[in-house]
């Protein structure tokens, strides 16, 4: 399995073994070409072929659930710095539909999964960190939906014994997610009125446990009542159904006219003009996904028009690049966890082969929390 390091807009960057200058000579690179078998030629993979074989999930071109193949593949083993790892749980994030889709581009064909956790089969050379038999995880690297995967060990992430593996798949990505929005992309304090989108997502219920630990006046959107009431149950002081109510005019209302801090949008395209005209002046626009379809081109202009307002475009990948990083917020999610502080809703079990129904209720908006594959 190659393992790439996820950039959201599909830059490449191969963690394995193969330099930057290669990878920008390879036309397989984002144009939707090349092959498997070329890319073992190109060194960037270390499978013994026909070895054993294992089952997992193949994307041979972008589209629908039905791209999802499911079938076997060869297995992979560690190069030097890397681990093999047997995975038993993958998280499903909306991060893979842009994968699959094609809005983030990448090379084809490849085995999506940016979450897992497992246990550590094999070590390839010079690995010191982990040992064989260690319960680890992974975010930001694909090839989750397998039997087998390949990770640079410095990626790896111990599991706590006080936290079981679903839990760890359904808190890594998303909770290190809501834990840099509100700790570092906008530092949310208490007493302040924020508002978080899609909030019984998976991102959203976390962020909204944190943000009201922290003591946010948080309102949350939701598409239904159902979904209402769980955002309510994670900490939602107010809740707009923004598919019936115009939630700028909402927000307003709810602070006195004076507008909430900082927006949390992850909706894109269909939030993202409503949600400046939510912000106060030199608000925040943390606009970290795109659940409804990109956001056209912004004017900058638009910030000065409407208060001086600060707009962001982060990616989780930046805000774990550094291994201190990556576990100092991974541990702090885990001790919450494990102290029941952080509530972790996962009640969407898929066995692997079943992934493409997975996407298809993530996709639409059939969801809510977590999503999990059993492999
Ligand atoms: P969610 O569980 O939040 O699912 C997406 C939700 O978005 C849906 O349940 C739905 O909630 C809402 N939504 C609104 N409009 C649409 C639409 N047109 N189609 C589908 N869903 C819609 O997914 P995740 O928790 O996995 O991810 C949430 C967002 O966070 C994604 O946009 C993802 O890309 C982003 N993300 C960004 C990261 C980063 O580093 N920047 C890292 C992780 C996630 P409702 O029905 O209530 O409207």
């Known amino acids: 399995m190659?393992?790439?390091?996820?950039?959201?807009?599909?830059?490449?960057?191969?963690?394995?073994?193969?330099?930057?200058?290669e990878r920008y000579a390879n036309p397989g690179c984002g144009d939707g070409g090349?092959?498997?078998?070329?890319?073992?030629?190109?060194?960037?993979?270390?499978?013994?072929?026909g070895e054993q074989g294992m089952r997992g999930i193949l994307i041979k071109g972008y589209g629908g659930p039905e791209v999802l193949e499911y079938g076997d593949l060869p297995d992979p083993a560690p190069g030097p710095g890397e681990a093999l790892i047997r995975v038993r749980v993958a998280g499903v994030n909306f991060t893979d539909v842009y994968q699959r889709t094609g809005t983030y581009l990448g090379t084809l064909p490849f085995t999506p999964g940016v979450e897992g956790v497992g246990t550590v089969e094999k070590l390839?050379?010079?690995?010191?960190?982990?040992?064989?038999g260690d319960r680890v995880g992974?975010?930001?690297?694909?090839?989750?939906?397998?039997?087998?995967?390949?990770?640079?060990?410095?990626?790896?992430?111990?599991?706590?014994?006080s936290v079981d593996d679903r839990t760890a798949a359904a808190i890594l990505l998303?909770?290190?997610?809501?834990?840099?929005?509100?700790?570092?992309?906008?530092?949310?304090?208490?007493g302040e009125w924020i508002l978080i989108h899609a909030a019984a997502g998976g991102v959203g219920l976390l962020m909204t446990q944190i943000a009201h630990r922290i003591g946010a006046r948080i309102i949350g959107t939701t598409s239904t009542n159902e979904k209402a009431a769980l955002a309510r149950e994670?900490?939602?002081?107010?809740?707009?159904?923004?598919?019936?109510?115009?939630?700028?005019q909402a927000a307003r209302r709810i602070t006195g006219g004076a507008g909430v801090s900082v927006v949390y949008d992850s909706v894109g395209k269909t939030t993202f003009d409503e949600s400046l005209d939510s912000l106060r002046p030199r608000g925040y626009m943390?606009?970290?996904?795109?659940?409804?379809?990109?956001?056209s081109r912004v004017d900058p202009q638009?910030?000065?028009?409407?208060?001086?307002?600060?707009?962001?475009?982060?990616?989780?990948?930046?805000?774990?690049?550094?291994?201190?990083?990556?576990l100092g917020r991974a541990t702090e999610l885990f001790d919450w966890v494990s102290k029941g502080e952080l509530k972790v809703r996962a009640e969407h079990d898929y066995p692997l082969a079943d992934v493409a129904k997975a996407h298809a209720d993530l996709e639409g908006r059939r969801t809510t929390g977590k999503i999990l594959l059993t492999i």
């Open 2 to 21: 190659v393992v790439e390091a996820i950039s959201e807009f599909g830059k490449c960057e191969i963690a394995a073994e193969v330099t930057r200058e």
């Open 34 to 49: 090349g092959s498997f078998r070329k890319r073992q030629a190109l060194g960037r993979a270390h499978h013994s072929r």
């Open 124 to 132: 390839g050379r010079g690995v010191t960190s982990v040992h064989v």
């Open 138 to 161: 992974w975010v930001m690297l694909k090839g989750g939906y397998a039997e087998l995967a390949v990770i640079p060990a410095d990626r790896l992430v111990p599991i706590p014994a």
């Open 174 to 190: 998303q909770g290190m997610t809501a834990h840099f929005l509100l700790r570092d992309c906008y530092r949310v304090t208490a």
């Open 234 to 248: 994670a900490g939602a002081d107010e809740i707009v159904l923004y598919t019936k109510e115009d939630f700028q």
């Open 286 to 295: 943390v606009l970290f996904g795109a659940s409804s379809g990109a956001v």
């Open 302 to 326: 638009i910030l000065n028009r409407k208060g001086s307002l600060y707009l962001t475009r982060p990616t989780l990948g930046n805000y774990i690049s550094t291994r201190e990083e990556l």
